[in-house]
C-alpha cells in the first residue's frame, strides 16, 4: 500500500512514464501529495499511460490529464482489458486540466464505495479534450456521470454493461 501514485511529469518537466499492471493488487489511498489525488496520471506537462489487463488496482481516487501549470501540454491515458478490476472509490477525472482518455474493453470497473458517492467527470473541467470509451465489461457508478461540464467530453459505449446506482430523489 502507497499513498499516491504519479505518472508522467512533475514540476513542468515534459517527462512521460508508463504503468504496466498484469496482476496483482495496487492499493493506493490517502494521497500525501498536494492535489489529494491517489492516482494521477499524465499531470504537469508531462504524458502518463497506465495499461491494465489484469489484477486489482484500488484507489482513492484517479486523475488522467489533470492539474498543473502546463494544463494544456500534459495528457493521461488508461486502458483497461481482460481480467482487470479497478476500484475507485471517490472521484474519477478525465480530462482535469489538460486531455485525457478512458478505453475499457473488458475488466469490472467501480467508481464509489457503494454508497451515494463516487463521480465520473468526462471533461468537467474546462481542460483539454476527455473521452471515456467502453466496448466490453463493466462500468458501475455510485452517484454520477457528468460529460463535458466545463470543457470537451465525449462518452462512447459500443459494449459492455455500466450502471449508474445512485438515484436522485
Given at each position: 500500500t502507497a499513498s499516491f501514485l504519479q505518472v508522467g511529469g512533475a514540476n513542468g518537466s515534459n517527462g512521460t512514464g508508463m504503468v504496466l499492471l498484469t496482476g496483482g493488487l495496487l492499493t493506493l489511498h490517502n494521497a500525501t501529495n498536494s492535489?489529494?489525488?491517489?492516482?494521477?496520471i499524465?499531470?504537469?506537462?508531462?504524458?502518463?499511460?497506465?495499461?491494465?489487463?489484469g489484477g486489482t488496482h484500488v484507489t482513492d481516487n484517479l486523475n488522467l490529464g489533470g492539474l498543473g501549470t502546463n494544463a494544456l501540454g500534459h495528457?493521461?491515458?488508461?486502458?483497461?482489458?481482460?481480467?482487470a478490476t479497478l476500484q475507485v472509490l471517490g472521484e474519477e477525472d478525465i480530462g482535469h486540466d489538460g486531455s485525457g482518455a478512458f478505453v475499457q474493453t473488458g475488466g469490472a470497473h467501480t467508481v464509489g464505495n457503494g454508497t451515494a458517492s463516487g463521480t465520473l467527470s468526462i471533461g468537467n473541467f474546462g481542460g483539454g479534450a476527455a473521452s471515456f470509451n467502453i466496448?466490453?465489461?463493466s462500468l458501475t457508478v455510485g452517484s454520477v456521470i457528468y460529460v463535458g461540464g466545463n470543457g470537451?467530453?465525449?462518452?462512447?459505449?459500443?459494449?459492455?454493461?455500466v450502471r449508474v446506482t445512485y438515484a436522485f430523489g
Open positions: 492535489t489529494g489525488y491517489s492516482t494521477l499524465g499531470l504537469d506537462g508531462g504524458s502518463g499511460v497506465f495499461n491494465h489487463s495528457s493521461g491515458v488508461y486502458n483497461m482489458s481482460n481480467g466496448s466490453g465489461g470537451p467530453g465525449t462518452y462512447n459505449q459500443s459494449g459492455g454493461s
